[in-house]
C-alpha cells in the first residue's frame, strides 16, 4: 500500500483505484401495497414523492429526501388484498438488515411513534464516553429502519488507529497512520447531507 501526503497528513492509497462512486443514490424496497407504504415514507419519515420514469409498466412509487432517494415496487408475488399474506407481528431486532437515519432529537422520534401507535425498540451505543441513542421500528412490510444521533460518534478509519489489530495472522499489521484530513472530509460529507434531517 503507497503512503500518500496529503497537507499535514500520511493516508494510505489503495493499490488498486476505487471505483468512481459519490454517494448512495437510493434503497429499492419490494412491497405488499404501494398505498401503505407511500403513506409511511411520507407521513412518518418525511419522504417526498417525486416523479418516476414514465417506461415503467409496474406498480411502485418513489420518493426523495436526506440526499437519498426510496423507491417503492409492488411485490408481484404478494396479493395485497389477500390477508394470509399478512406478516405477522416479529420481534424488532437491532441486529437485523435496517436502513438508518441520522437525527437531532431521538426523544421527538419516539413521541411521534407512540402517538402513532407504532412498535419500536430502543437502544444505546457508547464508546469512550461518547453515546448514541437508537430507535428501532418496522415499516408496513417489516423492514426495519432505525433513527439515531450517530453524529455523536466521530467517523474515523480503521487504518489509524493504534488499537486495531487483525484477527488473522495473514495480515500484515497495519501501519499507524497520522489522521485527522480523511475523517474531517468524510464528517463533512456526512453531516451536509444530514442536516437537514427533521420531523
Partial sequence: MEIVEV?????????QQALPLLSLNHVSLLCRSVWDSVRFYEDVLGFVPIKRPSSFNFNGAWFYNYGIGIHL?????????????V???RPINPKDNHISFQCTD???VKRRLEERGMRYVTA?????GIKVDQVFFHDPDGYM????NCENIPIIPVSS???????????KKTPNFKCGFMENVMMESLSMDMMNFSF
Fill in 87 to 89: 406478516n405477522e407481528l
Fill in 145 to 148: 429502519i432505525e433513527l439515531c
Fill in 7 to 15: 497537507g499535514n497528513c500520511e493516508v494510505p492509497q489503495p493499490q
Fill in 106 to 108: 431521538v426523544g421527538l
Fill in 124 to 128: 444505546v451505543v457508547e464508546d469512550e
Fill in 161 to 171: 488507529c493504534s488499537f486495531f489489530k487483525p484477527r488473522s495472522h495473514s495480515f
Fill in 73 to 85: 415496487i409492488k411485490n408481484p408475488d404478494i396479493d395485497e388484498f389477500d390477508d394470509t399474506c
